[in-house]
């Protein structure tokens, strides 16, 4: 089992739609996590953390936790074309480390 | 955030050579880390570095391989040594500014032929 788990995808969203990424971990005792977005040819952006159970929203995203599925998900409201890229899940390890998803690659079709 | 910029941005280097990446950062940070991101993969860490203390390394990386300097809190360096086609890939630095949070540098596109 890898230690972060996304959907590949690619993933394929109307312009205006809701678009859904998901991922699981599998170190219970992880509690930060990360969302960045990695548009073709560029390095990552860190996008949104969450550290609570719950939503945590800022803007059109939403980051949502739940610590006994071991599962996080990152909503884009209102998706637009300029949201096409390769999203990213991370969790902390410890007190430094980053272990990475193999992200999601998401396109939003106008 | 910080502002963190990479040299150089890309190279093409011959097998055998080694290429030094510098990564700087325009405010002081404890901690620095050096990434590989092969093509169409996810990031992989290669090591971890505080200033005057020795790079921590992952899990199949080595310091012979992969020698890290961090002479100061604003910049740190990775040598890629006696390189092959294989570590052709984008080799990024980020820095951690609390809670875990890391921002990237914009890597450095490296080709071995």
């Known amino acids: 089992q890898k230690e972060v788990e996304q959907n590949s995808g690619p993933l394929s969203v109307p312009e205006g739609a809701i678009a859904s990424l998901n991922c699981t971990y599998s170190?219970?005792?992880?509690?930060?996590f990360f969302w960045y977005r990695q548009y073709s040819g560029k390095s990552p952006e860190l996008i949104m953390f969450i550290y609570s159970n719950g939503d945590k929203e800022d803007g059109r995203f939403t980051a949502q936790l739940n610590k006994a599925s071991q599962y996080v998900s990152l909503l884009i409201r209102d998706s637009q074309p300029s949201d096409s890229a390769t999203y990213l899940c991370?969790?902390?390890?410890?007190?430094?480390?980053?272990?990475f998803g193999q992200g999601t690659r998401l396109t939003i079709n106008p | 955030s910080a502002v963190i910029s990479q040299k150089p941005s890309r190279d093409i280097c011959q097998r055998g050579t080694s290429l030094t990446i510098q990564c700087q950062v325009d405010?002081?940070?404890?901690?620095m880390f050096w990434y590989r991101q092969q093509p169409g993969q996810s990031l992989t860490l290669i090591a971890t570095a505080n200033q005057g203390s020795e790079a921590t390394y992952e899990s199949g990386f080595v310091i012979d391989k992969f020698p890290i300097s961090r002479p100061n809190l604003t910049f740190s360096t990775l040598t890629v040594s006696n390189m092959s086609p294989e570590d052709s890939s984008i080799y990024l630095c980020s820095v951690e500014l609390g809670l875990g949070e890391q921002y990237f540098g914009p890597g450095t596109r490296l080709t071995v032929t």
């Open positions: 170190d219970r005792g992880s509690q930060s």
């Open positions: 405010s002081q940070v404890t901690m």
């Open positions: 991370a969790v902390l390890q410890g007190a430094q480390k980053l272990v």
